[in-house]
């Protein structure tokens, strides 16, 4: 009996011994705050249950206080929600492991704007940044069992407005709806570190958030811990990969024989170790290593966005107390901004090779930005990859996207422009505000550097432009001198020292470019430096035909309204008597004031036909806003290499509003997306016509010649065959060409113009054909002839193939079934005479019911 006894205290003190020792158990602990959270009212008492991650307008719709803001008139009805103050709590409880931590601290990832942090009655954290982080410690505050977190928001709008009464002059803003918001002339989202767009904006609701909208983190460990690591890519090349990884250690005291060990995660390589001591606070070690033969990161289109995965582990005598997992893809991306017999050139390289960028501008996908889910952003990435996208541009009056936006991209090869969050407005950009922005840029700097997406960092969206442009300047000058002087050293002390210093220090591979647009300095953006804006089309109410005449060396921003579809539009505006585009309820979901409706009409009625009815007009309208953008694409990339990239205004909606998007609020394609998908395609075969003369230019981003053959043909609409050329030709490398040029007149043959369509089609020598189609007169002047379309539906998984046939050419066929949950692989196409179209449909409607439902629709039915 003795004898067991003693054999079984050895195995105790064999399992504490093993316990103690385990390096495990000393890794650091980190678990989310995202239960028993409450709100209320700061003046009231009534406490209501709240989701965290969230935000107040969220929480009052789950609660039944107010109603969804995007339905109908709804959003009137809340803008009393931001003039409130709002405070959450939550009580939490620490296990004896956490709570015997040598440290303990709370981790706010986001904090939405102006807030108090109180925990167990005693203040913790004051902040005043929606974009920061905040790292708190609560090792002496903690206790082991319920303890009271209280998170107390104060609304921007009254903490702000005392800013905006107190200064001698104004500053020019975005466009802040501060009279939908009921404050009148007060608009004060320039003094606020937060999202502009909240404010309203030319496409969006005036919805002025607050709220824990990103994760709160409870941090407990001993020693040594992990804050950072920045894998800096020194020198990159197809043979060899120059690499240092710089890892941030905090300390808690000095500490010897500690091992820093950097390795693949997938076949664990070790890189390099670095023995050292630390000392207590922050130390930053540097690892260097070589990768021989790297799989380089490409964009999509270009090669495979092959990806790397470096763990760094700290041993502490020989025991692991922290790893952490950094993915980076390994490339060299560099902008090439020099002056040229030309200008001034703007264009990306990517590993020694010049990109063609092509793709558009991202907005927020929501205004309660907690919203939007892993699948949504999957779906929008995805919707960029398959319309051949290479680079979405992240707009200053948003956010810094979240960290599963840039693993996407990263994963997709998509180039990411990154604005600062700062867009149309001058910022009082002085002491504790610069201050603030220092910190808000160090914190997203170093938590996103790692992407290999990241291709540029940009100071704001058109705030240069808007002084020096839109004559803010002259205005404030005239006014007051002294006004513009302030305003203008605070824009560049902001824009041409601070932020260019915080990415030349901690991303220093990176390219800061002080704003969109930005050409020379002192002036607005022009045609031949840098990148431009450019809005004559729309704004400038210029025809679309000038799209083809506009040159830029980069145009990051261009764009042309639209409505949603007819089924979209009845989800927000269900009512009979809202289908109208002056309807007050089609009126208040288009922001860009009140012309604007009225300028998408008066522009379709210069290009097409009167539509019949509104669901015509919505159907029509779309075609519209594509046919648009088509032209400025073609023409862009048809100015090749002289033009660098093309990236329309805009990718996504953040509710459900006309506005420019190719893709609607609830993710639905427009024409526009659609039209997107061939125009961006690795080669592209564009006809245009000019003083008599047809030119047809193939334009290639691919990086080797090929061959293939051009098939040219001008087509009756009713499908008689006019004139047919057959040309073999060769496909340009990452450049424009000009393959075939010929008088219109003889390509005729005295047929009327009205009454032909051009088509265009190439094939290479892998087999791979791209269309178009050209018509030489506007729209509104073709002799559409009534298209009578002939269906068949096949059932196939996950839907139906429904293959279709017209006895005349049918001109942007569309095809729509009820609801909203479907998805037409194809649509808006153009189906010439004897030609069969195949489109899959992805659907759960039984066959029966989607034959009743599938409406079938060219452009002449909508006249």
């Given amino acids: ?6 054999y079984s205290l050895k195995l105790t003190l064999l399992a504490l011994i093993i316990l103690f020792c385990d390096p495990v158990s000393a890794i650091p602990i980190k678990k989310e705050l995202n239960s028993g959270w409450k709100f209320r009212q700061w003046r009231l008492n009534n406490w209501y249950p709240a989701t965290v991650p969230g935000v107040i307008h969220t929480d009052l719709i789950a609660n039944g206080i107010i109603e969804d803001p995007f339905y109908r008139l709804n959003e009137r009805s809340v803008q009393w929600v931001d003039k409130e103050d709002w405070m959450y709590e939550t009580h939490f409880d620490l296990d004896d492991d956490t709570f015997s931590r040598e440290n303990i601290r709370l981790h706010f990832m986001g904090l939405d704007t102006y807030v108090h942090v109180y925990l167990n009655g005693e203040s913790i954290l004051e902040g005043d940044n929606m974009f920061r982080e905040w790292k708190v410690d609560i090792k002496d505050k903690v206790k082991r069992k319920d303890n009271k977190l209280e998170v107390l928001f104060r609304s921007p709008i009254k903490e702000d407005i005392p800013k905006w009464d107190a200064l001698p002059f104004q500053y020019p803003t975005g466009p802040d709806q501060s009279q939908q918001g009921g404050i009148f002339n007060k608009t004060v989202s320039t003094f606020a570190r937060k999202a502009g767009y909240h404010y309203g904006w030319d496409w969006g609701p005036r919805l002025v958030t607050s709220g824990i909208w990103r994760p709160v983190y409870l941090e407990a460990w001993n020693d ?3 804050e950072d690591v920045f894998i800096e890519q020194k020198e990159v090349s197809s043979k060899t990969a120059r690499i ?6 905090l300390s808690d005291k000095d500490l010897a024989d500690v091992k820093v060990i950097i390795k693949d995660k997938n076949n664990n390589t070790v890189y390099g170790t670095k023995d050292l001591e630390l000392k207590k606070g922050i130390n930053t070690v540097s690892v260097d290593f070589t990768i021989d033969n790297p799989r380089l990161w490409w964009s999509n289109g ?11 582990i700290i041993d502490l005598k020989s025991a692991t107390v922290d790893t952490k997992n950094i993915r980076t ?8 901004n020099e002056t040229d017999k030309d200008g001034a050139s703007f264009y990306f390289v990517l590993n020694g090779v010049p990109v063609f960028a092509k793709g558009a501008n991202y907005i927020p996908s929501d205004n309660f930005l907690p919203r939007v889910t892993r699948e949504k952003y999957r779906k929008t990435i995805q919707d960029a990859v398959d319309v051949n996208m290479n680079m979405l541009r992240v707009w200053g009056g948003g956010t810094y996207e979240e960290d599963y936006f840039y693993d996407l991209c990263d994963e997709n090869g998509i180039m990411v422009w990154q604005d600062f969050m700062f867009a149309c407005s001058m910022y009082p950009s002085e002491g504790a505000y610069l201050e603030n922005v220092k910190y808000e840029a160090i914190d997203n700097i170093k938590r996103l550097r790692n992407h290999p997406s990241i291709s540029v960092w940009c100071g704001n969206n058109e705030a240069y432009d808007g002084w020096f442009g839109w004559g803010r300047r002259e205005d404030y000058t005239k006014q007051n001198p002294e006004y513009a002087r302030i305003m203008w050293k605070q824009y560049a002390d902001l824009f041409h020292k601070l ?3 915080m990415v030349a220090q901690y991303a220093p591979e990176s390219f800061y470019w002080p704003s969109s647009p930005y050409g020379l300095p002192g002036q607005g953006c022009d045609d031949k430096h840098g990148d431009r804006h450019y809005w004559g089309v729309w704004h400038g109410k210029h025809p679309i035909a000038q799209y083809n005449t506009e040159k830029s060396r980069f145009f990051s921003e261009y764009g042309f309204q639209s409505f949603p579809e007819f089924e979209s539009v009845k989800i927000y505006a269900p009512k009979k008597e809202d289908w109208a585009i002056t309807s007050e309820v089609m009126m208040e979901h288009q922001r860009a004031g009140t012309y604007a409706n009225n300028l998408i009409e008066e522009y379709l009625l210069n290009e097409y036909q009167k539509p019949k009815d509104f669901e015509s007009f919505l159907y029509m309208n779309q075609v519209l806003q594509g046919d648009a953008i088509k032209i400025a694409m073609e023409a862009h990339r048809r100015n090749m290499p002289y033009c660098m990239g093309t990236l329309f205004w805009q990718h996504n909606d953040c509710w459900p509003v006309a506005s420019w998007s190719s893709r609607d609020y609830y993710g639905r394609w427009k024409a526009q997306h659609y039209f997107a998908r061939e125009a961006y395609k690795d080669v592209l075969v564009s006809p245009i016509a000019k003083d008599n003369k ?15 053959t051009l098939n040219l043909k001008i087509i009756k609409l009713d499908g008689h065959i006019i004139d047919s050329r057959k040309l073999n030709i060769t496909i340009p490398k990452n450049t424009s060409k000009n393959v075939f040029t010929a008088s219109v007149n003889d390509l005729l043959k005295g047929t009327a113009k009205n009454d032909v369509v051009i088509h265009a089609e190439l094939t290479d020598n892998k087999g791979n054909i791209y269309k178009n189609n050209y018509f030489l007169l506007q729209q509104k002047n073709i002799n ?8 068949t539906v096949k059932p196939v998984n996950e839907g139906y193939e429904v293959s279709l046939s017209s006895d005349n050419f049918a001109r942007a066929v569309f095809m729509s079934v009820e609801g909203i949950d479907n998805f037409f692989e194809n649509n808006y196409f153009d189906i010439l005479p004897g030609q069969v179209t195949v489109v899959k449909v992805k659907t759960s409607l039984s066959r029966p019911e989607f034959e009743k439902q599938l409406k079938v629709v060219s452009l002449r039915d909508g006249f």
Avoid: C
């Avoid at 270009?302 to 760094?312: A, D, K, Q, S």
């Avoid at 559409?784 to 269906?791: D, H, L, T």
């Fill in 244 to 249: 240092t990884a710089h890892a941030e250690l």
């Fill in 1 to 6: 009996m003795k004898l067991l006894r003693n």
């Fill in 329 to 336: 893809g390994i490339r060299s991306i560099k902008v090439v």
């Fill in 694 to 708: 047809l030119d047809i230019y193939i334009v290639s981003d691919r990086l080797t010649e090929s061959k293939g």
């Fill in 302 to 312: 270009l090669g495979e966005p092959n990806l790397y995965e470096f763990t760094t």
């Fill in 784 to 791: 559409f002839p009534q298209a009578n379309i002939s269906k």
């Fill in 499 to 501: 932020l260019p210093d």
């Fill in 224 to 226: 040594v811990k992990i």
